[in-house]
């Protein structure tokens, strides 16, 4: 292997324990989740970051060592001016730890570490949360959740918002996933979770789950590319058709939308910043708004829309944007 090629390939796995670090650490906006889909999108660093996450899966099994805990302790110290001891008068595990937590190198501090228990994002904010068992859940904006593993069960609890989660395949530990009263249980698959208040709409990507609602003891099993509306205020409805990468097209930094009305847009596009856009009485709101937008980019919206509908924006006192019929009084 030539120097050059080397040289490539450290620098590539610098990079991917750099977003290791920074994705499972941190909460991470979305032009950061943008940036490491990019960077992820060439084959060579996709080859890298998997690296990255297998000595991860090594790294979770051994954080109850004692020894690999030091480790990281140290880790995490500035470098102390005694001269270390010899290695010949360290012990073989010894070694062992610290050849393994230079594979791990700058992320170590990090994947050695006891597991959160929960995980959160601000308004317009996204983070992946790599979990113990291998999952990866991926977290919209505004959303809190918190996770407990069991010898026997893995459970995620989703106080508020969206999530969508990749689960790692372990037949002796169901992986369930509680919204409100509303159950998801999944064994290797990927789906989405949204929780607004009292509601919950479960979408199926891949695999199989099975939905159990407590408050109408009722139970579904949904096939791929199904979506699963509950509510305390309607009666349950049984999984039904809908595009998927539509549905969950927040997950690479675009909101879809196809014959949606326009205050449903307007709502869905408010997820995603503090400066909230208000329709007007007089404005069309049931008017069918089709299109794709970058999220967080809520002036790309209201250009798109005040040109069709003929609505003009107006800065309210309290930063947010009305819009209004054009011609109309202010």
């Excluded at 302790?73 to 010899?86: I, L, N």
């Amino acid at each position: 292997m030539m120097i050059g090629d080397r040289q490539r390939i450290r620098r590539r796995d610098k990079e991917a324990a750099g977003w290791f670090t920074r994705l499972n650490d941190t909460s991470v906006p979305v032009d950061a989740i943008e940036a490491f889909d990019a960077w992820r999108s060439k084959p060579a660093n996709d080859a890298a970051y998997r690296r990255m996450e297998d000595i991860a899966r090594g790294a979770s099994s051994l954080k109850s060592d004692p020894e690999i805990a030091a480790l990281a302790t140290q880790a995490r110290q500035p470098a102390s001016r005694d001269r270390p001891a010899p290695l010949a008068q360290r012990p073989p595990r010894y070694l062992t730890g610290l050849a393994f937590a230079g594979a791990i190198a700058v992320s170590a501090a990090v994947v050695i570490a006891l597991p959160r228990s929960t995980y959160s994002t601000g308004v317009g904010e996204q983070t992946i949360a790599r979990l113990d068992d291998g999952s990866a859940v991926r977290l919209n904006t505004d959303t809190r959740l918190r996770v407990r593993f069991t010898a026997g069960e893995r459970r995620i609890e989703l106080l508020q918002g969206e999530a969508f989660f990749d689960v790692a395949h372990d037949g002796a530990r169901p992986f369930v996933v509680s919204a409100g009263d509303a159950q998801v249980r999944a064994l290797g698959t990927r789906f989405d979770v949204r929780r607004d208040g009292h509601a919950v709409q479960v979408v199926l990507a891949q695999g199989k789950v099975r939905v159990t609602q407590a408050r109408q003891d009722r139970a579904w099993t949904m096939t791929p590319g199904q979506a699963l509306t509950l509510s305390p205020t309607q009666a349950p409805a049984a999984p039904a058709s809908v595009d998927v990468a539509a549905s969950t097209s927040w997950t690479s930094g675009r909101l879809s939308f196809d014959g949606v009305p326009l205050s449903q847009a307007v709502a869905e596009i408010n997820r995603y910043s503090r400066r909230k856009i208000v329709l007007d009485a007089d404005a069309p709101s049931q008017q069918r708004v089709t299109g794709a937008f970058k999220v967080g980019d809520s002036d790309s919206f209201i250009a798109a829309v005040g040109a069709i509908y003929g609505l003009e924006p107006k800065a309210r006192w309290d930063g947010s944007v009305v819009l209004t019929p054009t011609g109309a009084p202010s």
